[in-house]
C-alpha cells in the first residue's frame, strides 16, 4: 500500500537515506497529487485526473513554513535541509519562482544556515524562469531514471511523450546539479547492462556533479516493480565511474 499524501504545506521532520532531517514543503494542493509523470515506483501511488486544481498561495506556503521554523527555534530543532518536494512535481506551481525568493527570504531571516533544496523529475528545467529560480537553491537534486524515450515512457509514464529529450537538454543547460536515479526490477526494470548503458551515456551528456543511485523503499504504484540489490546498486555506480568519471553515491 502506497504512503498518504501530504496534508499541508508544511510537513515532517523526515528522516531519509539521502538527506538526513529535513522539512518538507508542499507546494501542491493537500491530499492531492499534481505531477506530469506517473512513474511506476511512485510512493503516492498513481496519478489521478483531476480537473481545477488550486494551488497554494506563496503567502500561505510562507505562513505555514515560519510558524514551523519559528517552533523549531523555541525547542532548539535542527534541520539539515528544507526541501521542496511534497505531492508531485513541485515546479509545476505556477508561481515557483516567486516561492523560491518567498522561502530564501524566510530562511535568511529565521534560520540562515538551513540549505534548501528541490527534488523535481526535471521536466521543466528546459524554462529558463525555473532554472534561474533552481539556481538560488542550496541543492538542485533532478531525475534521470532511464537512457532512452521508450524505456522513459515505460517508467516514468509522463503525460507528453517528449518530455525525456527536452529534460535532457534542460539538464545540460543546468548548472551544478545531481541527478537522482531510481533502479529497480521486474516489469519494467532499468538495471539490464544495455539500459544502465544508455544512461550513463545520458548521464555524461548532462554532467552532473554526483549522481545518486537508490532504489525503491516504499511500497511503489506498480506492484509489478521491485528493489534493486545492493549488489547491482554498486555494480551501476562502478560502470558510471569507468565510464565517466562521474561519482555515483549508492544509497
Same mark, same amino acid.
Not at 516561492?99 to 533544496?117: K, Q
Not at 544495455?194 to 551528456?205: L, N, T, Y
Not at 506492484?223 to 549508492?250: K, W
Given at each position: ?138 541543492? &538542485?537534486? #533532478? =531525475? ?7 524505456? +522513459? ?5 509522463? %503525460? $507528453?511523450? *517528449? ?8 539538464? &545540460?543547460? #543546468? =548548472? ?7 533502479? +529497480? ?5 532499468? %538495471? $539490464?547492462? *544495455? ?57
Amino acid at each position: 500500500m502506497t504512503i498518504p499524501l501530504q496534508t499541508a504545506a508544511v510537513y515532517g521532520p523526515v528522516r531519509s537515506r539521502r538527506f538526513g532531517v529535513s522539512l518538507g514543503i508542499n507546494l501542491l494542493p493537500p491530499r492531492q497529487k499534481v505531477c506530469n509523470f506517473d512513474c511506476v515506483y511512485c510512493q503516492y501511488g498513481r496519478v489521478p485526473f483531476v480537473e481545477g486544481v488550486e494551488f497554494p498561495t506563496v503567502r500561505e506556503v510562507v505562513s505555514e513554513a515560519a510558524a514551523r521554523l519559528a517552533e523549531a527555534r523555541i525547542g532548539r530543532q535542527e534541520f539539515d535541509w528544507m526541501m521542496i518536494a511534497g505531492n508531485g512535481e513541485p515546479t509545476l506551481h505556477p508561481k515557483f519562482p516567486e516561492m523560491v525568493d518567498a522561502l530564501i527570504s524566510l530562511r535568511d531571516r529565521m534560520m540562515p544556515r538551513l540549505a534548501i533544496g528541490i527534488l523535481s523529475n526535471a521536466s521543466t528545467c528546459r524554462q529558463p524562469v525555473v532554472r534561474a529560480a533552481l539556481a538560488q537553491l542550496d541543492g &538542485r537534486y #533532478m =531525475k534521470l531514471d532511464a537512457g532512452t524515450e521508450p524505456l +522513459f515512457g515505460a517508467v516514468n509514464r509522463p %503525460t $507528453d511523450a *517528449a518530455e525525456w529529450e527536452r529534460s535532457v537538454e534542460g539538464l &545540460r543547460a #543546468m =548548472k551544478d546539479l545531481e541527478l537522482q536515479s531510481m533502479f +529497480f526490477e521486474g516489469e519494467p526494470q532499468n %538495471t $539490464d547492462p *544495455a539500459c544502465v548503458d544508455d544512461w550513463i551515456d545520458a548521464v555524461k551528456k548532462i554532467g552532473p556533479n554526483t549522481v545518486q543511485i537508490y532504489t525503491i523503499d516504499r511500497p511503489p504504484a506498480d506492484p509489478r516493480v521491485r528493489p534493486a540489490s545492493r549488489e547491482t546498486l554498486d555494480r551501476i555506480a562502478d560502470r558510471l565511474f569507468e565510464r565517466t568519471g562521474i561519482q555515483g553515491s549508492v544509497s
